[in-house]
């Protein structure tokens, strides 16, 4: 089957939101999890950096001292 001319197939999955619809194809979806869930995991940290007043230049998105600051507190946070 096609959406908009982009081939799907069972398994492929389909995100949508407010902007668009994206297929992932079924082989993909390990991957794009594995980005999204990191992904979330800076923007949380990068919210509460913002919400204390930080920097949007440093924390969003993240510059090097930004990610080296997001590392330590992994390592802290678990």
């Known amino acids: 089957m ?15 939101d407010d902007d668009g619809a994206v297929v992932v194809p079924r082989q993909m979806i390990p991957l794009v999890l594995e980005h ?3 992904h979330e995991e800076w ?8 919400e204390e007043g930080g920097a949007l230049s440093k924390y969003y998105p993240l510059n090097d001292e ?3 600051e997001y590392e330590e507190w992994k390592k802290r946070n678990g």
Not at 2 to 16: F, R
Not at 43 to 50: C, D
Request: glycine share 6%.
């Open 43 to 50: 923007e949380v940290f990068s919210r509460i950096k913002l």
């Open 2 to 16: 096609t959406i908009s001319n982009v081939l799907v197939l069972p398994g492929d999955a389909i995100i949508a």
């Open 66 to 68: 930004g990610w080296a």
């Open 36 to 38: 999204t869930l990191a």
